[in-house]
């Protein structure tokens, strides 16, 4: 079945433009998370969304970052007045109610220049 | 907070050798552990995880042992070959009170054949 898919896959921006991410989860996932990955390093936990619950927001660095998650599916990320350090892949997994696996997508790699 | 500690960072080995990865959590209660294999460009992919009601896993060439009492757990894979070589994460979860899972920096195995 179709895996989470995650667009653009590649975006370039200039620095203090606004960006959105997307994500969709696999169908029927009810918990979806955005990470974020710098060069060679490890997967940063941004936010967390479970069904109609608030979302944990306490990964997201600062206030230019925000998410929502539409009719608990699609997911959108956004980052305003992007910097250079925003540069980064940001991935986002889905998750079934009930399960423990988490299943990425295939990122979006971000180039604030 | 809640810290996952993954060691080490790069690891060689030669093709046929096994190659050991080790992981430290924090939170005590965490009780799902799963490793992914993240291949260059690629998203990352679950490729064996154990709970924490069991002591070792194991899948092929692929096994995971858990120690909760030390709150330790490592990745051996055996007979290693050239395409085991990617980024290996390990990851702890979910945190009190929370769904969130913790992940490990990452270990870069180069397999050399």
């Known amino acids: 079945g179709a895996g989470v898919s995650q667009s653009p896959s590649n975006k370039v921006t200039e620095k203090g433009k606004d960006v959105e991410l997307r994500c969709d989860p696999i169908?029927?996932?009810?918990?979806l998370y955005w990470y974020r990955q710098s060069l060679g390093q490890g997967l940063e936990f941004l936010i967390y969304?479970?069904?109609?619950?608030?979302?944990?927001k306490s990964g997201l660095p600062s206030d230019r970052f925000s998410a929502e998650r539409t009719g608990g599916s699609v997911s959108t990320l956004t980052i305003q007045r992007t910097q250079q350090e925003d540069s980064a892949v940001y991935l986002c997994a889905s998750r079934s109610s009930g399960g423990e696996t988490q299943y990425f997508g295939p990122g979006t790699r971000l180039l604030v220049l | 907070g809640e810290n996952v500690e993954q060691h080490p960072s790069t690891l060689s080995v030669q093709e046929g050798d096994s190659a050991v990865i080790k992981c430290t959590y924090s939170?005590?209660?965490?009780?799902?552990f799963p490793w992914y294999k993240q291949e260059l460009g690629k998203r990352p992919q679950l490729i064996i995880d154990?709970?924490?009601?069991?002591g070792e896993k194991k899948d092929q060439r692929i096994a995971v042992t858990l120690n909760k009492t030390a709150k330790h757990f490592s990745l051996h894979i055996t007979e290693t070959q050239p395409e085991d070589s990617a980024v290996y994460f390990c990851?702890?979860?979910?945190?009190?009170?929370?769904?969130?899972?913790?992940f490990g920096t990452g270990t870069r195995l180069k397999v050399l054949a």
């Open positions: 939170d005590s209660a965490s009780n799902y």
């Open positions: 169908s029927g996932h009810t918990a």
């Open positions: 154990i709970r924490s009601n069991v």
């Open positions: 990851a702890a979860g979910p945190t009190s009170g929370t769904y969130k899972y913790i």
């Open positions: 969304f479970q069904g109609n619950s608030a979302p944990d």
